[in-house]
């Protein structure tokens, strides 16, 4: 019988676990898991949005380009006329809507590569 007690009173001396402690613990993991899908969930739907507004970016470029065009035109026509205000606001507008294109077009082939990544 001795050694039983004494077993219980090197039971009773050893470090008590707190389960509830853990429990808690695994819970706070739950729910960061939980956060974490919430979060994640939003991506795949922003993405999307993304592409999106990258084509239509794309096409305002290409709208851009063919408006230069015209412009080029009139600026020509002008030039004919001697309608040098005309042809120098033609002109203006020509390399300004180059430069907006162009720029606008690099940032939509950028904007749609890095989606492509995600």
Same mark, same amino acid.
């Given at each position: 019988?001795?050694?039983?007690?004494?077993?219980?009173?090197?039971?009773? /001396?050893?470090?008590?676990?707190?389960?509830?402690?853990?429990?808690?613990?695994? &819970?706070?993991?739950?729910?960061?898991?939980? /956060? *974490?899908?919430?979060? @994640? @969930?939003? @991506?795949?739907?922003?993405?999307?949005?993304?592409?999106?507004?990258?084509?239509?970016?794309?096409?305002?470029? $290409?709208?851009? %380009?063919?408006? %230069?065009?015209? *412009?080029? /035109?009139?600026?020509?026509?002008?030039?004919?006329? &001697?309608?040098? %205000?005309?042809?120098? $606001? @033609?002109?203006?507008?020509?390399?300004? $809507?180059? $430069? *907006?294109?162009?720029?606008? &077009? /690099?940032?939509?082939?950028?904007?749609?590569?890095?989606?492509?990544?995600?």
């Amino acid at each position: 019988m001795s050694n039983v007690n004494n077993i219980l009173k090197k039971i009773a /001396k050893t470090e008590k676990i707190e389960l509830a402690k853990y429990k808690v613990e695994l &819970g706070a993991i739950d729910d960061l898991q939980d /956060k *974490f899908k919430t979060i @994640a @969930a939003r @991506a795949p739907k922003l993405k999307d949005q993304i592409v999106k507004l990258a084509l239509e970016l794309k096409s305002v470029s $290409t709208e851009l %380009s063919k408006l %230069s065009s015209d *412009f080029v /035109k009139l600026q020509g026509m002008a030039k004919e006329l &001697g309608a040098d %205000s005309v042809e120098l $606001t @033609a002109k203006t507008l020509v390399d300004t $809507t180059k $430069t *907006f294109s162009n720029e606008w &077009g /690099k940032a939509a082939d950028n904007i749609s590569n890095a989606a492509k990544t995600i």
